[in-house]
């Protein structure tokens, strides 16, 4: 080799490894992620193969370009089932810590129970591997700020599970409230009502299930040590130790909605009563549950979950603003508009007769045209998502763009706490039969 070339070669190989250093600090900062072009595969993997994991993993994999690698689940018959649903090559274990020593695997889904969600998601973050987790983000408030420290300190995109945020129907609405169609904002009211045992949770528990099909230590994990109970393994829902009621489950989803649609960043105070009120079956959580909010943007917000709806399914979504209302209603967004009034109207006819005459004579003189829109009939727009539109799927598909770009989603740890925080906020004034009061900035408790 002539002097130059060892010299060229000298300067070659030490700018290589500075480079190389640069990558594997990158890495480091990273947990050891691989770094993906647009075109490469994202590799995944489940964490919780349950009735939500199964159907949103389906989803993410017509996703173009995504594969799955492994599944993690505490009953066997889940784990079998994988591997019916995605072939004998998906990888099965009921330790999820198996799936994040795996270099090859860049993303995870968490849809294990809510008391699982930050456990998971953080050793999954520190891990390197970026996530989907289902809502509610948190269990409880403790799981908010290192949800956030977490995604931040490692740098992962994470993505809370609450789908409606990335769906079209919901930009729609916003940009609508935003545009003025419906004036000024003063009311965002929305039910959840149920009426079969199926809604009220009452799932199925496999004859199969025992202490050798379920990990039941596993599944445990942070909540109280009792021995095994099949109710509380498939029907979780119904217990606080593992669950977060219909506050953590359904109210959720509308704060997410809420959210997104007006900008705001939460409630500033809580109210809600209810009660467990047919469904007495050992559960611990209310089937009713009433609550209020006021929003530091001069709105309120009216929620209601009813188990016991005495007739079918019925949800609503409504936006109420001084010229119109916003309904969100399976997959349609409608717009009616009703300017308010610019003329007050008038009302003399129990005046006597002099001073009818005099009245209408001031009226008319304050108010000369006949601008009064009252009586006026609403204008009534409706938008439709396509048929089998799906938000699941364009909430994969902006999780899988952020882990490509490297840009937070909408819906990251932030998102995630503001939204679960105020729906926990139910529980608490419920629990304690009085007003309670919110930070929606620090995202603390007043
Ligand atoms: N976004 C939505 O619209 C939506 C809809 C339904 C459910 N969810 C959420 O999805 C999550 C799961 O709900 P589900 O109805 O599928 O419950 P599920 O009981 O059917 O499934 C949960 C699964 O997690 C497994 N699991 C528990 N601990 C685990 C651990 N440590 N490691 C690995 N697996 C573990 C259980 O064995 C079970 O199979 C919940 O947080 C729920 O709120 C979201």
Redesign the pocket.
């Known amino acids: 080799m002539s002097n130059l070339s060892r010299r060229r070669f000298i300067q070659t190989s030490s700018a290589a490894a500075a480079f190389s250093g640069t990558l594997s600090a990158l890495a480091a900062q990273q947990g050891g992620a691989r770094t993906l072009g647009p075109n490469d595969q994202i590799n995944i993997a489940l964490?919780?193969?349950?009735?939500?994991?199964?159907?949103?993993t389906s989803t993410a994999l017509q996703v173009p370009n995504v594969k799955l690698l492994a599944v993690?689940?505490?009953?066997d018959g889940?784990l079998t089932h994988a591997k019916e649903l995605w072939g004998a090559n998906v990888a099965t274990t009921?330790?999820?810590k198996e799936i994040l020593a795996r270099p090859d695997i860049d993303a995870v889904i968490v849809?294990?129970?809510?008391h699982?969600?930050m456990?998971?998601a953080c050793d999954a973050m520190n891990a390197g591997k970026d996530v989907y987790c289902?809502?509610?983000m948190i269990h409880t408030y403790d799981d908010g700020p290192k949800f956030i420290a977490t995604a931040k300190k490692t740098n992962r995109i994470l993505q809370v599970?609450?789908?409606r945020v990335s769906s079209i129907l919901y930009a729609k609405a916003k940009e609508l409230l935003a545009s003025g169609a419906i004036g000024k904002l003063n009311m965002v009211s929305a039910h959840w009502d149920r009426s079969t045992a199926q809604g009220a949770w009452d799932?199925t528990v496999p004859p199969d299930a025992n202490t050798t099909t379920?990990?039941w230590p596993?599944?445990l994990?942070s909540a109280p040590k009792i021995p095994w109970n099949g109710e509380r393994?498939?029907q979780?829902?119904k217990w606080s130790d593992y669950?977060s009621g219909v506050a953590?489950?359904l109210f959720v989803?509308l704060f997410s909605g809420t959210h997104f649609i007006t900008g705001a960043n939460g409630p500033n105070r809580a109210m809600a009563t209810g009660g467990l009120r047919y469904w007495k079956d050992g559960r611990n959580a209310p089937d009713v549950l009433l609550a209020l909010f006021d929003y530091p943007q001069e709105f309120n917000l009216s929620l209601r979950v009813n188990f016991v709806a005495g007739a079918d399914d019925n949800e609503g979504f409504l936006f109420t603003g001084s010229d119109g209302l916003i309904e969100i209603a399976g997959n349609s967004v409608i717009l009616t508009r009703k300017p308010m009034s610019k003329d007050p109207g008038y009302n003399v006819n129990t005046f006597a007769n002099a001073m009818q005459k005099e009245a209408l004579a001031d009226y008319r003189k304050k108010y000369p045209s006949t601008t009064q829109t009252a009586g006026v009939s609403p204008y009534i727009e409706r938008f439709d998502a396509p048929k089998g539109y799906s938000d699941?799927y364009d909430h994969f598909n902006n999780f899988f763009n952020s882990v490509r770009t490297r840009r937070q989603p909408i819906e990251d740890a932030t998102f995630g706490f503001r939204a679960a925080g105020a729906a926990l906020l139910s529980n608490l004034s419920m629990e304690k039969g009085k007003v309670v009061e919110w930070n929606p900035e620090t995202m603390k408790i007043v």
């Open positions: 964490i919780g193969a349950g009735i939500r994991g199964q159907s949103i993690a689940d505490c009953y889940r009921r330790d999820y849809a294990t129970p809510d699982w969600h456990q998971a289902e809502k509610p599970g609450s789908q799932y379920c990990d596993r599944f994990g393994f498939f979780w829902r669950g953590g489950d989803h699941t």
